[in-house]
């Protein structure tokens, strides 16, 4: 049908999406997408991206302080400190748009952490996850679920917001998540080795 | 006429699930378009991050939401 309406390049993934084997997202298209109206600037993604990435930072702080596992306690230490990179990346990018704009105290002081990254909120999500993680790749899969459902987040804020500069935004902040899921996923491959 | 002609007939090349992982790796978001083209309740169970929902029967009324010069990869 695509192809004999002036699609230029058109690939069909055989056998779908069972024969996928990476990540999937799950949830509806609205899921999540009223944390955003269409019409954010691209410093308002920044920051609400900002925020979720220190939430999930802070969740990663918070599991070191329910185990001893030394492994565990290393990962969790990993995970947390690669948000705050990512926290430091959407900060270069809020510089490169607003040179002139407010010091890293004035726009942490702006920023909500309260919803993690994928939307999920951190209290919510401890209590109801927290009995799953006690091992290494259970908490390197679950990063994994958090970072897909973030870059389908992402992508699907992109789809609606009616600002092309902020969509631009959200796209390179997806392809940061794409970069970090893959580093997971082959994380995940040494574990297992 | 040739133009028309090359239009009904461009290709669709079938990859599998590694080329398709490896082609959203290499290109930017925002370069193509990954297509679902199932139901919303089968999206809803699980879908590829990143997947436009429009399913088969809307397709031939939703070209307009679609970039034609952006490569698709559908599933």
Known sequence: ?193 | MFETIKKLFTPVESIDAQQARAYMNEHAEGSFTLLDVRQPAEYKTAHIPGATLVPLPKLSDSYDQLDPEKPVIVY
């Open chain 1, 1 to 193: 049908m695509l192809a004999g309406q002036g699609f230029k390049e058109v690939y069909n993934l055989s056998g779908g999406i069972m024969a996928w084997d990476g990540g999937v997202a799950k949830g509806p298209v609205e899921l999540n997408l009223e944390m955003v109206r269409e019409d954010e600037t691209p410093e308002a993604i920044i920051k609400l991206a900002y925020g979720m990435e220190q939430s999930l930072a802070s969740f990663y702080r918070s599991m070191e302080t329910r185990t001893k596992d030394s492994e565990l306690l290393k990962l969790l230490e990993l995970l947390a400190s690669i948000e705050d990179r990512h926290k430091q990346y959407l900060l270069e990018l809020y510089k490169s748009i607003e040179p002139s704009g407010s010091s890293r105290e004035v726009f942490e002081a702006d920023v909500s952490a309260k919803i993690m990254e994928g939307g999920f909120d951190g209290d919510t999500f401890i209590k109801k996850n927290e009995k799953f993680l006690h091992s290494v790749l259970e908490m390197i899969d679950l990063s994994m679920m958090l970072e897909t459902q973030a870059l389908d987040l992402y992508l699907r804020f992109a789809r609606k917001t009616d600002n092309n500069e902020t969509k631009t935004m959200l796209f390179r902040i997806a392809d940061e998540e794409k970069a970090h899921l893959s580093s997971l996923g082959r994380l995940r491959e040494e574990k297992t080795l």
